[in-house]
């Protein structure tokens, strides 16, 4: 899949609801759309999103069922590494800097002790030859 191919609104919806259950028939992700459009828009939605190769499908009792080809974490870990390169010239200190001093974001002592135990494992990780 190509990290440069944006995604729409409407095709980042789809691929939300794909990712959440792991596969969806047409009819599964209308069911899932809020405000959804008609039957054959969802169904183009999702033939272009194979094309870009983001989905792939299976034929299951004469309908088509989509699957992501990428797993969700893989393609935030690809959408954060590239935020982090383009907005932090790949800083991961400023980044989580950033993040930390957000005022809308507050963290709960054990989001924050989880975070210092995930430091330390990175710490520990990086003596390691």
């Known amino acids: ?64 069922v989509y699957l992501p080809i990428a797993p969700a974490q893989a393609v935030a870990k690809t959408a954060l590494e590239r935020v982090v390169t383009t907005f932090f010239g790949g800083s991961i200190e400023r980044t989580v800097a950033t993040l930390l001093q957000s005022k809308e974001r507050t963290l709960s002592d054990d989001q924050l002790a989880r975070l210092s135990a995930l430091i330390a494992e990175a710490k520990e990780n990086e003596k390691v030859p």
């Open 1 to 64: 899949m190509e990290a440069s191919e944006k995604l729409s609104r409407r095709e980042r919806q789809l691929m939300d609801i794909i990712w959440e259950r792991g596969q969806a028939s047409v009819a599964e992700v209308l069911e899932a759309l809020p405000d959804p459009p008609g039957y054959n828009t969802v169904r183009a939605l999702l033939g272009i999103l194979e094309k870009k190769g983001h989905l792939t499908h299976t034929e299951e009792e004469g309908r088509y």
